[in-house]
């Protein structure tokens, strides 16, 4: 017998910038099967973090399930105390897993921020040892994709910045370094996470693509002009189907 699960997945909505728009869309979802909602960061302008309220109270108009929420550059990481402990509607995950029980399905989902093959200037310039720290984390996500792989029926990589360049078609390519890393494509190759979603790329006109076989969704609401579902099918003999 076959499992299915709906993902609704949205990210750089950017509250207030995109927030109307976002209110408009959310209407148009019929939530009654939707039981994961992801959020790949940026959902808020520049560190305001007050607009989860606007964006919690938005989603709980139609929607009661669970929300995963990660940082995007635009929460800020010193604000990751304060999310957590003001907005416990969404559970954060900050390089770091969790399981899930749904529909029959346990649900590992692995949450990260995600790195950059180049720091930005800004990052250049204010985060010490920012190569460094995107470096470790690449690790620290291999460590814990090694150690979901065989515990749940599907594994989902959620990361903010992109994890291939090429879902960045669209954006100037001078700067797709400081938009993801390809370094990701390794631990997709090896790790074969179930599907991978990241936001980030506004511009981007390619917002799926696959990599070895491995589907990959940009999410990005000003990329999408909407919000994206995404339909995952477990069948008996284990093949994941996607439907769009």
Request: aromatic share 12%; hydrophobic share 40%.
């Amino acid at each position: 017998m076959e499992k299915c699960i709906e993902i609704v997945a949205t990210s750089d909505v950017h509250a207030p910038l995109y927030l109307d728009k976002f209110a408009d869309e959310i209407k148009k979802i019929k939530f009654l099967d939707k039981k994961l909602f992801l959020f790949a960061g940026d959902m808020i302008e520049r560190g305001k973090i007050e607009y989860y309220t606007d964006i919690i109270s938005l989603v709980k108009k139609y929607y009661s399930g669970k929300i995963i929420g990660i940082l995007g550059n635009d929460e800020y990481d010193t604000l990751l105390d304060t999310l957590v402990k003001e907005y416990e509607d969404i559970v954060w995950l900050y390089d770091d897993k969790i399981i899930l029980e749904i529909n029959d399905l346990s649900i590992g989902i692995i949450g990260t921020k995600g790195s950059l093959d180049k720091p930005t200037w800004w990052q250049s310039k204010n985060i010490k040892n920012i190569r460094k720290i995107y470096a470790n984390r690449i690790k620290k996500i291999a460590t814990l994709l090694k150690e979901l792989k065989h515990k749940c029926d599907i594994m989902i990589l959620l990361s903010h910045y992109a994890v291939t360049y090429k879902n960045l078609v669209g954006e100037p390519k001078s700067i797709w370094p400081m938009l993801g890393s390809n370094r990701f494509e390794e631990l997709i190759k090896k790790y074969r996470p179930d599907v991978v979603i990241h936001g980030h790329a506004h511009r981007s006109t390619r917002t799926y693509t696959e990599i070895y076989g491995i589907k990959i969704y940009n999410v990005a609401f000003p990329a999408n002009e909407k919000i994206v579902i995404i339909k995952l099918k477990k069948e008996k003999k284990g093949i994941l189907q996607y439907f769009e």
